[in-house]
């Protein structure tokens, strides 16, 4: 991640993103999934849509050790990638994942992974999506824009409720 900000150009003048109560939320989104069979459990039920009645553009992304923790509904929206994608680093190398994951301009990413990942810490630091929501850790200031506290007691459902609200997915 030093190597990233040593060698990124920032630009002047970040645009600004507004959220208002009138807003229609974000139109493409992008969710980075946990692939541990427990927090993936409580990821799935957050994801879990009715996707024929979805207009928004949502997209996944998980290792493929993951995927069988998600309904079979969001597989073709699901981009999975496997140990063999990963350099040395432990960074996303693969061509066709990054291809996949950038095809879309999205509005808005999710991380949705409680614990650090590096492949995904180094994904989000290269995508240029104007709204990052992740869960507070020691490098969260630098990888989201916007920060939700992790509930020390009681279920994630409060953080993925105002995740909800915040993309105005409720």
Do not use: C
Request: avoid cysteine; proline fraction near 4%.
């Amino acid at each position: 991640m030093a190597w990233h900000y040593l060698t990124k150009t920032f630009a002047k003048g970040d645009p600004k993103i507004r959220i208002t109560k009138k807003g229609s939320g974000a139109d493409a989104i992008l969710f980075l999934l946990p692939a541990d069979a427990v927090n993936a459990q409580i990821a799935a039920y957050f994801v879990k849509r009715d996707l024929e009645k979805e207009t928004r553009t949502i997209r996944y992304v998980v290792h493929q050790s993951g995927l069988i923790y998600y309904p079979e509904q969001l597989k073709p929206s699901i981009i999975t990638y496997n140990d063999e994608d990963l350099n040395w680093w432990g960074v996303i190398a693969n061509p066709s994942v990054l291809d996949r994951v950038k095809s879309v301009r999205y509005d808005a990413m999710v991380d949705l992974n409680q614990e650090f990942h590096p492949a995904m810490a180094m994904m989000i630091l290269e995508l240029e999506i104007p709204i990052k929501i992740g869960f507070q850790s020691d490098l969260a200031d630098k990888l989201y824009s916007l920060i939700i506290q992790r509930a020390d007691s009681g279920f994630f459902e409060n953080n993925y409720h105002t995740i909800e609200q915040i993309l105005g997915l409720s």
